[in-house]
């Protein structure tokens, strides 16, 4: 069984990139001897004014089994689609022997903007060098807008689309102390996205890390490298690529991160990262992640 602090850095990943990654078979890990609750607080900022703010609580139902709770607020700069977005989300994991799955639940979005309630499952096959898992994702999405008649009177609508999401991940141990992970997603639209109101200031939403997950995109590709130094410290290099469903824009970002105790119970990771494409502006992010632990 991996300590709390070997499992440290694929818990930060998913919370500093948006609950969303929860959907790629991301599970919590489950440390018997440790079993009791874990506390995440993360906080994400980038120089084009995105900010997230999130805070995931996990809390452990005997050895198999944890429970996770999650909520934050996102937003998007202002000059582009000027969402102040709110997160919720429950899940549950639970592990057999060598095989385990999870359950989620997401609601995520601005009323007015845009709004979406995700469903996701995964199930992982976990050894002792190596897991891989995959995972389904349904998305519904609303996007209100608004009309004028012919009178000058103004009329709220909204457009109704699902999506689903098909997701593969694993990560192997490549030596005694590095380790490394791949993961892979792709969604499918019911409707043709450049039809519909507002879409191209909503395409904003995949030129920002910190709003990414929640934007609407045909797939997404990573791959990171970890590295134990030593006194429960991991250093991470984090490289992706992922596509907007709306105008085949790429955003490529490369990532790195640092994972490093404070305290007994407490662990504080440092992430540093830079994204560009062809289409939007390129920039860098950065935010700090804590993760307490209890019993």
Do not use: C
């Amino acid at each position: 069984m991996r300590s709390r602090r070997a499992v440290g850095w694929p818990l930060a990943l998913t919370a500093a990139f948006s609950p969303a990654l929860f959907a790629q078979a991301q599970s919590t890990p489950l440390d018997v001897d440790r079993a009791g609750w874990m506390l995440g607080l993360n906080a994400q900022a980038d120089e084009h004014d995105a900010r997230s703010l999130y805070a995931t609580s996990y809390v452990g139902v005997g050895s198999r089994t944890w429970l996770t709770f999650a909520g934050g607020k996102s937003s998007s700069p202002i000059e582009s689609a000027d969402i102040e977005a709110s997160t919720i989300l429950l899940g549950v994991d639970h592990r057999f022997d060598r095989v385990g799955f999870t359950l989620e639940a997401e609601q995520w979005g601005d009323s007015g903007e845009l709004e979406t309630m995700d469903f996701s499952g995964s199930v992982y096959f976990d050894r002792d060098r190596w897991r891989i898992g995959f995972g389904y994702q349904h998305r519904s999405i609303e996007i209100p807008f608004t009309v004028t008649g012919p009178l000058g009177r103004t009329f709220t609508r909204t457009v109704d689309l699902s999506a689903d999401g098909v997701s593969f991940d694993a990560n192997v141990a490549l030596a005694e102390r590095w380790r490394l992970y791949v993961g892979l997603e792709q969604f499918d639209y019911e409707r043709d996205l450049t039809l519909l109101p507002r879409i191209a200031a909503l395409n904003f939403l995949s030129a920002s890390t910190l709003t990414l997950a929640n934007s609407f995109l045909d797939h997404d590709r990573f791959i990171a490298v970890e590295r134990d130094v030593g006194q429960a410290t991991l250093l991470s290099l984090r490289l992706a690529k992922d596509r907007s469903a709306i105008d085949d824009a790429e955003l490529e970002t490369i990532e790195g991160a640092v994972l490093f105790p404070l305290g007994r119970r407490v662990d504080l990771e440092v992430n540093l990262g830079h994204g560009g494409s062809d289409f939007f502006e390129s920039g860098y992010y950065g935010g700090l992640f804590f993760l307490i632990y209890g019993r």
